[in-house]
C-alpha cells in the first residue's frame, strides 16, 4: 500500500516557467512533509518542509501548499532554471513513529531552454 | 564540510557473498537510517538507530543486519546478497526524531553478480 503517492513520473517545463510538482498520501496521521531533490549519482538532498499546522511554507523560488483535507500537498518553482532539472521526491512522517519518512517514487522534472 | 559520507559508491558482490556497506557523519547527529532505494521506486526504510538503539522495519528481511559502533559510524551487512538485492543503498542521518530533516550520503549502488 503506497501511502505516499506521486502520479506523474516525468515533468517538463520551460525555463523562466512555473514547475508545479504534486504529492498526494493517504495516511491522516501524517503531519510534516518534505521534499527532496536528487540528482544523478549523488543522494536525495533536502529542499523545503511543512508541518501540518500551516498550509503554506516559502523559500526563495521555491513554495510548498498543504491542503489537509485534500491530502495534497505541491510544490512550485517559479522561475523555473535549468539547475532545477532533477528527480524530486516527496516525504511524510508521522509524529510518534520515530522519524519514519514514507517516500513517493519521484518525479523526474526537465527545465528546457 | 559537514556531511554524510558513503563508501564505496559502488559495491560488486557474487551471489551468497557476504558484504558490507559503510556510512559516516560528522554532522554528530544521533540517529541514522539505511534505506534501499530500487530502480523507479520510492526509497524504503530498512532499519535505524537512535543513538545506539537500533529500529528494525517490519517488513526487512533477516538477511540485512547492521551495526554502530560509535556516533559517527553506521554498516549495513548482507549476509547472503541475492539477485534481488541489488539496488541503492542510501545512508542518512538527522539530528534528533521526529519531525527533523534528514540528510543523505551519496549512496552505494550494489551490484550482485
Known amino acids: 500500500d503506497q501511502q505516499v503517492k506521486q502520479n506523474s513520473p516525468s515533468l517538463s517545463v520551460q525555463e523562466g516557467r512555473i514547475s508545479i510538482l504534486n504529492c498526494d498520501y493517504t495516511?491522516?496521521?501524517?503531519?510534516?512533509f518534505l521534499w527532496y531533490k536528487k540528482y544523478p549519482a549523488e543522494g536525495p538532498t533536502f529542499l523545503i518542509s511543512?508541518?501540518?499546522?500551516?498550509d503554506k511554507n516559502e523559500d526563495g523560488r521555491f513554495t510548498v501548499f498543504l491542503n489537509k483535507s485534500a491530502k495534497h500537498l505541491s510544490l512550485h518553482i517559479v522561475p523555473s532554471q535549468p539547475g532545477d532539472s532533477a528527480v524530486y521526491f516527496c516525504?511524510?512522517?508521522?509524529?510518534?513513529?520515530?522519524?519514519?519518512?514514507?517516500f513517493g517514487t519521484g518525479t523526474r522534472l526537465q527545465v528546457t531552454l | 564540510d559537514a556531511m554524510v559520507i558513503q563508501n564505496p559508491r559502488y559495491q560488486v558482490t557474487q551471489f551468497g557473498k557476504p558484504v558490507t556497506l559503510s556510512c559516516s557523519q560528522t554532522?554528530?547527529?544521533?540517529?541514522m537510517y539505511w534505506y534501499q532505494q530500487k530502480s523507479s521506486q520510492a526509497p524504503k526504510l530498512l532499519f535505524h538507530?537512535?543513538?545506539?538503539?537500533?529500529?528494525n522495519e517490519a517488513d526487512t528481511p533477516d538477511n540485512f543486519q547492521s551495526r554502530r559502533p560509535n556516533t559517527s559510524f553506521c554498516f549495513l551487512d548482507i549476509r547472503s546478497p541475492g539477485l534481488g538485492d541489488a539496488a541503492m543503498y542510501l545512508c542518512?542521518?538527522?539530528?534528533?526524531?521526529?519531525?527533523?530533516?534528514?540528510?543523505f550520503g551519496p549512496g552505494t549502488r550494489l551490484l550482485v553478480l
Open positions: 511543512i508541518s501540518s499546522i500551516k
Open positions: 542518512a542521518t538527522s539530528r534528533e526524531a521526529p519531525q527533523e530533516t534528514q540528510y
Open positions: 516525504a511524510a512522517s508521522a509524529t510518534g513513529t520515530a522519524s519514519k519518512l514514507t
Open positions: 538507530y537512535y543513538d545506539k538503539d537500533f529500529n
Open positions: 495516511n491522516s496521521m501524517f503531519d510534516y
Open positions: 554532522l554528530n547527529h544521533n540517529v
